[in-house]
């Protein structure tokens, strides 16, 4: 059960990215953030309502508002590399934190994998770098690209070690989603305020009316994104850690593939090979 939430939490991730990498082609990225984020707002907090989540309010919140707060910081810093390039570089190295972060926490905590799941691990991680489309060239890496990706890195990873630790019940599962997406658009919120004060424009051309022609799909990048970290939560409290943060890490094959059969991009050897990489280190992880 364990994997199979695992699973969906890499289907949703990837979905999320590829669709919120559509949106930001037209309309400015934290813009997306903070729209596709207070819609994920509105719908857990009817959900809270509707499901009484407000009684399992405790301690537990913390690991959701620290979530909430630095899932948009490491997402700054990602665009942020990714803007200042290379994105061969960029990308499989930002991945990999999902794995790393959440693995060093559970050794650290007693988790011993078995030896096929150790396998698994390693193949798993070598397809999702392969499958981000890692760069071999001789582009120059600047410094700063190469402290923010780390930061980004470790703030993924960090946000599902967190959503891991923020609940342990269904009803406040949901809870703890919501103080994570209001934390989530507080942060956001404050950052596009501040690019908007810098000059940077707040809508895309053809003003407001793009952004409300853009909502269904928004709607979709910002649940996708809620449910993914739910179903991660269920992963990682039906199963071990380890396991659940590799499979969850497998989110960049599905953006890939995503590309290739919605917009025919053609994927790369190094994608293919990693793809293929992936699904047997998830068999490897499934059968360990």
Not at 57 to 86: D, E, H, I
Not at 225 to 233: E, K, L, P, R
């Amino acid at each position: 059960m364990s994997a199979l939430f695992a699973l969906a939490t890499s289907l949703l991730w990837g979905l999320a990215d590829f669709g919120g990498g559509l949106l930001t082609r037209r309309t400015p990225a934290l813009t997306v953030v903070v729209v596709s984020q207070t819609i994920a707002v509105a719908v857990l907090g009817a959900v809270v309502v509707a499901t009484g989540g407000w009684s399992e309010a405790g301690p537990q919140l913390w690991f959701a508002a620290a979530a909430g707060v630095v899932g948009p910081a490491a997402m700054l810093c990602f665009y942020r590399a990714l803007a200042l390039g290379p994105m061969g570089v960029v990308s499989p190295l930002g991945a990999l934190g999902g794995v790393v972060v959440p693995l060093g926490v559970a050794l650290v905590l007693g988790e011993r994998p078995g030896v096929l799941q150790i396998a698994g691990i390693v193949v798993a991680v070598a397809g999702v770098v392969l499958a981000s489309g890692p760069q071999t060239g001789d582009a120059p890496v600047q410094r700063q690209t190469l402290l923010l990706t780390l930061v980004a890195a470790l703030g993924f990873g960090s946000v599902m070690a967190l959503i891991a630790e923020a609940s342990s019940t269904l009803t406040g599962l949901f809870l703890a989603l919501f103080v994570q997406r209001v934390c989530n658009v507080v942060v956001g919120g404050a950052a596009l305020y501040a690019a908007v004060r810098r000059g940077n424009p707040a809508l895309p051309e053809g003003g407001l009316g793009v952004v409300w022609a853009s909502l269904p799909a928004l709607a979709f990048v910002g649940l996708s994104d809620v449910a993914a970290n739910g179903t991660y939560n269920l992963a990682a409290q039906h199963g071990p850690v380890a396991v659940a943060a590799v499979l969850a890490s497998l989110y960049p094959v599905v953006t890939a593939l995503a590309a290739r059969g919605l917009l025919n991009e053609r994927l790369r050897a190094v994608q293919a090979g990693g793809a293929g990489l992936a699904l047997v280190g998830t068999l490897l992880l499934a059968t360990g």
